[in-house]
């Protein structure tokens, strides 16, 4: 039997009892969004940020671009008033980068993309930081699965994700003594959003694919929901004692 990808609505109140509340960066995307829903349902209130589309989800939506890290600071010391405080910040944001063999990327537009999501991590992590020691809270960044078992093509992607997940690592070891927890989603192939997005560029068509599906054990793809899952349950109080890991959520693509 073929499992559903619907999930339903409602769902444990994990974050009921907590102060403060939730922000989603990167909340107006595809994975960003289904975050900030889910949350919402688990009984946080919610905040998201986004570049250039507002969110309809969430109390508040903040314009932000990430490579102005006084601009970053201002959003988030505005989600902390905005939201009584801080318990969970979840770092999804992530343009779409092009599959292209590492021999062909241009220095310049590896350097664009470090800049944009690891040291656009940093800086939401930075700001953050003192509103998460103050609650014990949690920190989730959204990476990729692709920095445990590389995908010919995904240099691009994935060389940033990995320097984000070494900053989880660090962040992990260094803010537990406040109670702060730093944890890490890896999301495999995904039917709403990542395989659309390259078969409409042309990146991947319907051969291709099918030789991606074949190398998942589970032999299909996941969807939005199954990474708001994974965070959500990293984020809460279920996952208190884990901090400093990745979740690959992939099908079993890495092992």
């Known amino acids: 039997m073929t499992p559903s990808s619907s999930r339903p609505a409602g769902g444990p ?39 250039t589309r507002p969110s309809q989800v969430g ?10 890290r006084r601009e970053v600071g201002r959003v988030v010391d505005q ?11 979840v770092y999804a944001a992530g ?8 021999s062909r990327v241009d220095p310049d537009a590896m350097a664009d993309q470090l800049t944009a999501d690891a040291a656009g991590f940093f800086a939401v992590a930075h700001a953050a930081l003192p509103a998460l020691r103050a609650t014990a809270g949690s920190l989730v ?9 590389f ?13 984000v997940e070494a900053m989880v690592r660090g962040l992990a ?11 890490a989603v890896g999301p495999g192939m995904l039917t709403d959003g990542m395989a659309e997005r390259l078969i409409s560029t042309g990146e991947l068509d319907d051969a291709a694919l099918e ?3 074949n190398n998942i054990p589970l032999r299909r793809f996941g969807n939005a929901a199954d990474i708001a899952e994974a965070v959500c349950f990293l984020a809460s109080p279920r996952a208190g004692f884990i901090s400093g890991q990745k979740l690959d959520v992939d099908g079993g693509y890495g092992v």
Request: without cysteine; charged residues 20%; proline residues 4%.
């Open 59 to 68: 109390e508040a939506s903040y314009g932000v671009d990430l490579a102005d």
């Open 95 to 102: 343009p779409h980068v092009p599959m292209v063999h590492l």
């Open 211 to 213: 030789i991606t599906r």
């Open 79 to 89: 989600a902390v008033a905005d939201l009584r405080g801080l318990h969970t910040v």
């Open 151 to 163: 995908p010919i093509r995904d240099g691009l992607s994935s060389a940033p994700k990995a320097a």
């Open 141 to 149: 960044a959204v990476t990729t699965a692709a920095t445990s078992r």
């Open 173 to 183: 070891a260094e803010e537990g003594r406040f109670g702060v927890r730093v944890n």
């Open 13 to 51: 109140a994990d974050f009921a009892g907590l102060g403060g509340g939730a922000l989603v960066v990167g909340g107006s995307g595809g994975l960003g969004q289904a975050i900030a829903e889910m949350l919402i349902a688990r009984g946080s209130r919610v905040a998201v940020t986004h570049r």
